[in-house]
């Protein structure tokens, strides 16, 4: 989503900034819950190949909510004051 509203910025109307915003913050609520229960599940996954994938993916949702906290700020720096 938050590539998604990368794109649309460089083209969309600018009344829909509002619904960039909007799904680039239930993208971030989405991939922070998602962080959470992969981070409170890792404990009991013992098999090592299984928690590397684990680990991996629980950094993937650090990079998106990175990315979607970028977006949002970029387009609420963007409007007018």
Known sequence: MAAL????????NRNILSDIVAATA?????ATIAQATLEINLSGVKDDDARSTVSEHIRGADSL???CDNLT????EDLPA
Do not use: P, Q, V
């Open 5 to 12: 509203g990368e794109e649309l910025l460089e083209c969309a």
């Open 26 to 30: 239930a993208t971030r609520a989405a």
């Open 65 to 67: 909510i990175d990315s």
């Open 73 to 76: 700020k970029r387009i609420r």
